[in-house]
């Protein structure tokens, strides 16, 4: 073999090129065309190291590689040595499942770093600076351009199905810069977050902020005619409340000198479709759905039920790291697939007359053997320009088994036959793999192996 690389591609995309090429230093442009070398089997010993191999009298390794390449090989030659290989994305998928795991832990470090979290409870018509309701992870954590702005609560609503159960919450929210212009608007739900420059909010709670009423013979009720709001609190917790329940209490007169306790009613809601109204002794006195416009009479006080006044609960987040992790499950699931692609292998060497041929691949292998028996049925006899058979025939015509050398048949070491390489077109055409020897263990492909030495 010549110290100069002085090798033919067959079917060589540039990309495949480069990338064989990369485990080597090329020094030159016509090196730079060429595989590294130990790709190349020198020796007819490296081709039988892989396993499994196979040896054709008066084949030339120029149409082995012409046939590889039909079959979707990438093919190289070096002199008398062939190496071809395709599938070569099953050999990588490994790797890129591999980084895509690291990019989905390294995701996961870089939220938990640099993320922020916080909630907030806003009524309707409410509004926040984004900041301010942030608190970091971490001391490494840098706010982005999201929390210097403004969020606004327009609505608040909830979707009732006829039952009467909880449809889903929505929440029209915008998002003002520090100037008071609009740069987003957005009705969120459940699972239906708004995003602005980094920023996440979710609606994740609820709440009955106020109650908003005509109160007649109250001394809150302002002058002419007008509704308002009366807050309510939350009585979750309390002894004898079982869930979510608000209460308020609005008073039918001053509050009397001596300090004590000015006589009301009590408003009772649990959500937005009923309220209860109790007198001062706790005693109920009826239900009305708010925007009914019914009136009820209790304590000489006429209370109109209009609305009640809804807060969303939204829950922020800032996490860098989530692109990521998305990234990182995206290509885990690609190379995952990828993985179960072949990744096949062969080598060749041609020496003294006698083309030396080994394979492995990584899974399929009954397939590959296959793929590579078909192959070497259809190799050109240089001596007779028919078609070498490895299955018992040459070209068309037979040749009689007792005028022939025998060939190497067995898979095994223990039971390898020598042949005379100079038995030129009376090579045994009735040559099969001797199946006895039962070498199909790992990536072994189950081809008759040969001797390391020919001997004359």
């Known amino acids: 073999m010549q110290d100069e690389c002085a090798c033919a591609c067959v079917s060589l ?60 090989y990438q093919v190289f030659r070096q002199g008398p040595s062939l190496y071809a290989f395709k599938g070569l994305a099953g050999r990588l998928g490994p790797i890129g499942v591999h980084a895509s795991m690291l990019a989905i832990m390294a995701g996961v470090a870089i939220g938990g770093l640099g993320g922020f979290k916080g909630s907030v409870m806003v009524p309707q018509g409410g ?13 490494a954590g840098s706010l982005p351009a999201g929390a210097k702005q403004v969020l606004h609560v327009n609505s608040f609503n909830v979707d009732y199905r006829p039952d009467g159960s909880v449809q889903q919450f929505k929440s029209d929210l915008s998002v003002f810069d520090l100037d008071g212009r609009e ?33 007649q013979g109250s001394p809150l009720q302002p002058e002419g005619d007008q509704p308002f709001n009366l807050p309510m609190a939350s009585l979750e917790g309390q002894p004898g409340v079982s869930g979510q329940a608000w209460a308020t209490y609005i008073p039918a007169e001053r509050a009397p000198a001596d300090g004590s306790k000015p006589r009301g009613a009590s408003i009772f809601a649990r959500d937005f479709q009923t309220v209860v109204i109790y007198d001062a002794q706790g005693k109920f006195v009826g239900v009305r759905r708010p925007g009914s416009g019914l ?24 996490d860098p790291g989530v692109p990521y992790v998305y990234a990182g499950f995206a290509g885990l699931m690609i190379t995952t697939l990828v993985s179960y692609l072949s990744h096949s292998q062969i080598w060749a060497l041609q020496e003294e007359g006698l083309l030396h041929i080994g394979g492995r691949t990584n899974r399929a292998t009954l397939a590959f053997a296959g793929e590579l028996s078909n192959v070497l049925d259809q190799v050109p006899d240089q001596g007779s320009g028919k078609q070498i058979s490895s299955r018992g ?32 077109a009376n090579r045994n055409p009735d040559y099969v793999p001797n199946d006895t020897a039962g070498n199909m263990n790992g990536s072994s492909i189950g081809f008759a192996s040969v001797d390391d030495e020919i001997q004359n």
């Open 13 to 72: 995309p540039i990309p495949s090129l480069l990338l064989l090429a990369k485990a080597r230093h090329i020094h030159n442009d016509k090196a730079r065309h060429c595989m590294p070398r130990w790709r190349f089997a020198q020796t007819p010993e490296r081709i039988y190291n892989q396993g499994s191999a196979e040896v054709l009298p008066d084949a030339d390794v120029k149409d082995l590689g012409r046939l590889l390449s039909q079959k979707g």
């Open 127 to 139: 509004d926040f600076l984004v900041a301010q309701a942030l608190a970091p992870n971490s001391p």
């Open 183 to 215: 740069k987003q608007k957005k009705t969120i739900s459940v699972n239906q977050p708004i995003r602005f420059d980094g920023v996440t909010a979710y609606q994740t709670d609820w709440s009955i902020a106020a109650v908003t009423l005509h109160a």
């Open 295 to 318: 009136p009820i009479q209790v304590e000489g006080m006429s209370l109109v039920i209009d609305d009640l006044v809804g807060s969303t609960g939204l829950e922020l987040k800032v």
């Open 393 to 424: 025939q040459q070209g068309s015509n037979s040749v009689p088994a007792a005028t022939a050398a025998p060939l190497y048949v067995a898979a095994d070491s223990n039971l390898r036959q020598q042949a005379k390489p100079g038995a030129g």
